[in-house]
């Protein structure tokens, strides 16, 4: 419950939740000295570790809740999320960025972003980088150079008193180019095409499927529980090709309630379809014995 709530990132934040954050980020292990103290939002959301040895200063309450997170799997997960949720994301060291992103932490165009700028999340690096956008191939009023005095450079040179608005640009553009395209909001996402599908005629005997992939909300909704640590999430894309497909499942079970029941689960687009299935509830999953009953298989169809 505790973690829960320390994960809880929408207004109602507890307020000890960002005390939390604050003793979190000042006991870290020494390989993460080089990461500055101001750009250490959250360890569940960026790359940076916090320390879970008893012999740290961490506070007990909060080293037994890092522990009980790890214990049960707590971690972001799911096949898409919503733009705003992406642009909540803190840039500095993004837990799903390419690597190279802590190499683009301490140029001297990165510390203006982080100290004039007051740059924090991908939203905030998006929209800077923004005047970068060419349409059709044409760049439209930001020219590329120091020189350059559009109304973004001036409006950003009065608001920061940046020096260099196009060098703070382009670092930003480069700190965005370090996600993955699941975490891109410039790039295509599911919830591009989803409500495309939402006025389907259907008669009384059925039901629309809940296809949508995007997760709403906000950073609180990123997060499951009782994941499995030796699964890799995919950072890529799903694209939709527009079809609908009607497809028919079903779970049964054999001995349904006893000790010998034997449950398995049927997939059927169409006859001799290739994609067609039957599948067999396997015993254990992730360690975990699974009940043979109706209600398994059918959650595994």
């Not at 950073?219 to 894309?237: C, Y």
Request: hydrophobic share 35%.
């Amino acid at each position: 419950m505790w973690l829960k709530r320390y994960l809880a990132f929408g207004p109602n934040r507890p307020l000890w939740a960002f005390l939390a954050d604050a003793l979190l980020a000042n006991n870290t292990p020494a390989s993460e000295n080089s990461v500055p103290m101001d750009i250490r939002t959250n360890c569940y959301l960026q790359s940076w570790t916090t320390s879970t040895s008893p012999c740290s200063s961490q506070p007990t309450d909060l080293l037994k809740m890092i522990k009980t997170g790890q214990k049960y799997g707590v971690r972001i997960e799911g096949l898409a999320f919503d733009r705003n949720i992406l642009r909540d994301m803190p840039i500095w060291h993004h837990i799903f960025a390419d690597p190279r992103i802590r190499r683009l932490t301490n140029s001297s165009a990165s510390n203006c972003l982080r100290l004039k700028h007051n740059l924090q999340t991908v939203g905030e690096a998006e929209d800077l980088a923004a005047p970068l956008i060419r349409v059709n191939g044409i760049q439209l009023q930001h020219r590329f150079n120091g020189q350059c005095e559009c109304r973004d450079c001036i409006e950003i040179q009065e608001l920061t008193e940046c020096e260099h608005p196009h060098h703070c640009m382009l670092r930003a553009q480069e700190l965005l180019d370090t996600l993955p395209p699941k975490w891109d909001p410039r790039a295509e996402q599911p919830a591009d095409y989803e409500g495309n599908f939402t006025n389907f005629s259907v008669s009384q005997e059925e039901n629309i499927f809940d296809y949508r992939l995007t997760t709403a909300g906000d950073l609180s909704d990123l997060f499951r529980v009782f994941t499995d640590k030796d699964h890799t999430p995919a950072n890529e894309t799903f694209v939709c090709n527009g079809e609908l497909i009607t497809v028919a499942t079903d779970g049964s079970c054999i001995n349904n309630g006893q000790d010998t029941a034997i449950a398995g689960a049927g997939i059927y687009f169409a006859k001799d379809d290739p994609r067609n299935k039957s599948l067999k509830l396997p015993q254990m999953a992730g360690g975990t014995k699974l009940t043979q009953s109706n209600q398994a298989a059918e959650l595994l169809a």
